[in-house]
């Protein structure tokens, strides 16, 4: 980057320094999704809208291409600076600048962490419910970008569920307000619109999210199975019940090794399929609830069932299940993970196919995921250092992806599409449905310069190629976006 | 207008006569009085692309509708070309129980789909006001909700799909058939409440909930001001499976026990609230809910009455209507219905505010709110609907205004006599977003003609 750019970089956050040697910018080639990587040309981190705002007109003025930034957790290359961009780390704006109990409601900045928050108001008896495996490091305006879940979202929902209201920094450098702290606010629903656009709509400054009251009461169950096809049906047979637990994970037998040899929770070693219930809410009629699911469990013929006897032992439950991706560290070097849905009622054919997938690539894939929900989390083992290996990996990933929509799912549960998987919304979306999508975007981020070359794929690609943001909009796409506009009704 | 005289011969060719309506039956059909020229009633999905390819053609104004009960809400509109009836789309694409999810056409019959769904021991966890007609397609277009809201959310939380039919005729989607999706941008939340300004709304994908296996509906007299606060607070905060927590002042109590033939105890306001599962487990929240208001610091006790199955649903039906601002046989009460979105904690002090300012006009005004979402129905009574008073529902109106100011609410008009409407904004004022709203609206319809001038800032 020229030294006069970094030198007005330096000027609107100081006394903050702005990294750009490459040995820093290193730290920030990649986030979570390891497979993709590019250097940005700088970092910054700025400490208030203003500089935000501030730091994005300068990119503008000089055509650079910017990204926001949280922990860097994010599982789909959402946080890549392409074409050599400036990074906006927000981790500096982590403050909870209010909380108010009678209203359920907490006013934060995007660089809180996520589990902070739950911490910050546990004592007066509240949380905040989305709660993904990495809330111990990521943020809350990166779980807004990428409206993230976590395990108890089948009965909670996930995080465009529980925002209300956003201030944001448009890619031209405005200020805007979407939402509020009162609900249905009249007109198009831009709150909802912005979650989940992956920073691809502009830099969130400010978000007020929803307070839930901590349920009264907790059960956590664990049912072993001897085959993935009888664990599944258990799930079903649960929800078909009228049961909807607060949460409901299952992991096959290669997740349980994993998890056991790296936590020793006890785990039988001979069960195919391991799932992990949780009911919460209030206490009365919680008993019955769960010997109705350890029922359903024996009529799907579940080897054992253990109740968490005590707070200790369903931390250690669960302990078991958030850090299982870590544990697999322990089976190979590197672990490749996709996190598609597909209709919960199809979960034993999938996890056949994966078994195929496995055998037909040659990779071991340990599964760890959200069976409530039917959201896959398929990790497949392999060792970078292997450039043959790698290649199998991705065909693995795609071939797991493919077979999530033919059975009637989706790409992506909570991760996003990122860069990681823009090539293969064309298997979902028409063309008509990706150009309203592009048109949106055109509408909040004209110059393409926030955040290029994510979500959505360039026409007639199939593949990833090179890390480019080369798909930004088209000439064609431009022409009609402008003919739309023309003659537009525009009220001020 | 031979423009569209020439349209209604190739609308005839696409639908058929039986489905084009251009005489005396569009009456039916009117928006605020405003006669449509034609109605067109599709049979399917290839008739309404069809359709929406031949009103370009004419430049004609579309006007998306469902079941019309809600056809009330929104701007008055200047001129009303087409009327486009979902009625012909209503089929159940797919349901699969165990999975907990449906797929319908948009012109879905509400009451047709719980009666379907509760056959299988679910529902869809949405109950806004509806009447026999109205779809869920409606629904969704005007993001209407119910008391329900405070447990199981609203559209926007039960919504995982759509399809829509842009207003060039192409069938586009956004979300899918699965409950946990982040593939793309949520275009779900677009459509909902968008009020048929962007596309026409012509499939729906809905997550389901089961039926709660018993509930119990508690009234509970709060006998002055004072105690709204400790009360509001107590009740939600309680470890209850509450679903419902409405609050109505003593107008509305009044009322609602006339129409829904309920002797209740006079009192200055009333909370409704409702908790939800097995018998014995809606008791026991009963006893604890009881037990909790008599622990508070009241100068007058909290008066706690449980209501059997029968009274219990005539009772919320009866509120319902209420807040759609008509009850009673042949509709004898009319209201201008001003929702008003505003802090739980503010709801107390609005209460009051709208008490002392209903004083000075000569009907009593209605208060139903869903007191644990911040959302207040006012009702005032409109006493003769025919020539209604327009001055006086204008003063009222602009009391009102100032009490929500006062609290830091929102408003929207949702029904109200078009002599009232055609002098107020009825969505209010836009806000710093509106510039983006335009640009939206502007991509989707860019000749402005899809429910033109009824939406927020003429969207």
């Not at chain 1, 203003?50 to 994005?56: G, I, L, R, T, W």
């Not at chain 1, 209010?98 to 409601?105: K, S």
């Not at chain 1, 709150?191 to 656009?197: D, H, Y």
């Not at chain 1, 080897?303 to 958030?322: F, S, T």
Request: aromatic share 4%; hydrophobic share 45%; proline share 6%.
């Amino acid at each position: 980057m020229e030294k006069h750019i970094l030198q007005e970089l330096a000027a609107i956050v100081a006394p903050m320094p702005v990294l750009a040697a490459p040995e820093e910018m290193l730290v920030y080639e990649c986030d979570g999704h390891t497979l993709d990587k590019a250097p940005p040309s700088a970092v910054v981190f700025p400490s208030t809208t203003e500089q935000v705002v501030a730091v994005v007109k300068l990119a503008n003025k000089y055509s650079l291409p910017f990204v926001a930034r949280g922990a860097g957790t994010g599982l789909s290359g959402g946080a890549l600076a392409l074409d050599n961009g400036i990074v906006i780390e927000m981790c500096r704006m982590n403050k909870i600048l209010e909380i108010d109990y009678v209203n359920q409601r907490a006013v934060v900045q995007p660089g809180l962490v996520n589990l902070h928050l739950s911490l910050a108001v546990a004592d007066a008896g509240y949380y905040y419910a989305p709660d993904p495996s990495s809330q111990g490091s990521c943020t809350i305006g990166g779980n807004v970008a990428e409206n993230s879940g976590g395990p108890h979202t089948l009965k909670y929902g996930v995080t465009t569920n529980h925002v209300l209201g956003l201030e944001v920094v448009l890619p031209d450098g405005a200020v805007v307000h979407f939402g509020g702290p009162t609900l249905d606010t009249p007109g198009y629903d831009l709150t909802g619109l912005f979650v989940g656009s992956e920073g691809t709509f502009g830099i969130v400054t400010k978000v007020t999210v929803r307070l839930l009251r901590k349920p009264q009461a907790w059960k956590t169950i664990l049912a072993f199975f001897p085959s993935v096809d009888a664990a599944s049906s258990a799930v079903s047979g649960i929800i078909g019940a009228g049961i909807i637990p607060g949460a409901l994970e299952m992991m096959d037998n290669l997740a349980i090794q994993a998890v056991e040899g790296a936590i020793q929770a006890g785990l039988p070693l001979d069960a195919d399929a391991l799932v992990l219930i949780e009911l919460d809410g209030i206490a009365d009629g919680m008993e019955e609830d769960a010997a109705r699911i350890a029922a359903i469990c024996q009529q799907h013929g579940c080897q054992g069932v253990r109740i968490a006897k005590d707070e200790a032992e369903r931390a250690l439950l669960w302990k078991g299940r958030k850090e299982a991706f870590g544990a697999v560290g322990r089976l190979s070097p590197n672990y490749y993970t996709h996190d598609g849905v597909i209709p919960r009622t199809r979960l034993p054919e999938a996890l056949r196919r994966l078994q195929q997938i496995s055998t037909t690539y040659g990779l071991r894939i340990a599964n760890v995921f959200h069976a409530g929900d039917g959201n896959l989390h398929p990790l497949v083992l392999y060792d970078e250092r292997d450039t043959e290996e790698v290649k199998r990996v991705l065909q693995a990933g795609e071939a797991i992806l493919r077979t999530c929509v033919d059975l009637g799912g989706v790409l992506s549960g909570e991760h996003g599409i990122g860069l990681e998987k823009k090539n293969c919304m064309p298997w979902l979306f028409t063309d008509d449905d990706l150009e309203i999508m592009y048109r949106l975007r055109q509408i909040f981020n004209p110059q393409q310069l926030c955040n290029p070359g994510k979500v959505i794929p360039l026409r007639g690609r199939c593949r990833c190629g090179a890390v480019t943001a080369e798909d930004t909009v088209t000439p064609a796409v431009q022409e009609a976006v402008a003919a739309a506009l023309e003659g537009a009704h525009v009220h001020t | 207008m031979s423009t569209l005289e020439g349209l209604a011969t190739a609308l005839e060719s696409v639908v058929g006569s039986a489905h084009l309506l251009t005489n005396a039956a569009v009456v039916e059909y009117a928006i605020d009085g405003v006669l449509p020229t034609m109605v067109v009633l599709p049979a399917d999905e290839g008739q309404i692309a069809e359709v929406l390819r031949l009103a370009s053609e004419h430049q004609a104004t579309v006007f998306p509708r469902g079941g019309g009960s809600h056809a009330c809400m929104g701007q008055t509109p200047s001129r009303v070309d087409l009327v486009l009836s979902m009625q012909g789309l209503q089929r159940q694409l797919a349901y699969e129980p165990a999975d907990l999810t449906m797929t319908v056409q948009a012109g879905m019959r509400v009451v047709e789909l719980q009666r379907m769904l509760g056959d299988r021991g679910q529902f869809l966890a949405l109950d806004p006001p509806v009447t026999a007609t109205t779809t869920l397609g409606g629904v969704v277009a005007t993001n209407v909700s119910g008391p329900r809201r405070l447990l199981y959310g609203t559209v926007r939380d039960v919504l995982l799909g759509v399809a829509v039919m842009t207003i060039d005729g192409k069938r586009t989607k956004a979300g899918g058939r699965v409950v946990k999706n982040v593939t793309g941008y949520d275009l779900n939340k677009l459509y909902i409440g968008s009020l048929g300004t962007l596309a026409i709304i012509v499939e729906l994908t809905c997550k389901l909930h089961p039926l709660p296996p018993g509930e119990l509906t508690l009234s509970i007299g709060c006998a002055d001001e004072v105690a709204l606060a400790p009360m509001l607070q107590t009740l939600l905060q309680l470890p209850l499976r509450l679903n419902s927590l409405e609050l109505l002042n003593a107008a509305a109590c009044e009322t609602l026990a006339t129409h829904a033939d309920l002797s209740l105890v006079e009192t200055k306001y009333m909370f409704i609230a409702r908790v939800e599962g097995t018998p014995a487990v809606t008791q026991s929240q009963a006893q604890r809910l009881t037990e909790a208001l008599r622990h508070l610091p009241l100068t007058r006790p909290a008066s706690v009455h449980a209501w059997n199955a029968a009274e219990q649903e005539r009772l919320w039906s009866t509120l319902g209507e209420l807040t759609r601002g008509t009850s009673g046989p042949d509709a004898a009460l009319d209201c201008m219905v001003v929702k008003v979105s505003l802090l739980t904690s503010a709801l107390p002090a609005f209460c009051q505010d709208v008490q002392e300012t209903a004083a000075h006009f000569d009907t009593p005004w209605l208060l139903i709110a869903h007191a644990g979402s911040g959302i207040a129905y006012v009702c005032i009574p409109v006493p003769n609907p025919e020539a209604p008073d327009v001055e006086r529902l204008l003063a009222s109106l602009q009391a009102l205004e100032e009490c929500v100011a006062r609290c830091q609410g929102r408003r929207v008009v949702e029904r109200a006599p078009v002599a009232v409407k055609q002098e107020c904004q009825v969505w209010g004022p836009p806000s710093d977003d509106f510039a983006l709203m335009c640009a939206i609206k502007a991509s989707f319809d860019p000749q402005h003609r899809l429910n033109p001038g009824r939406f927020l800032g003429g969207l």
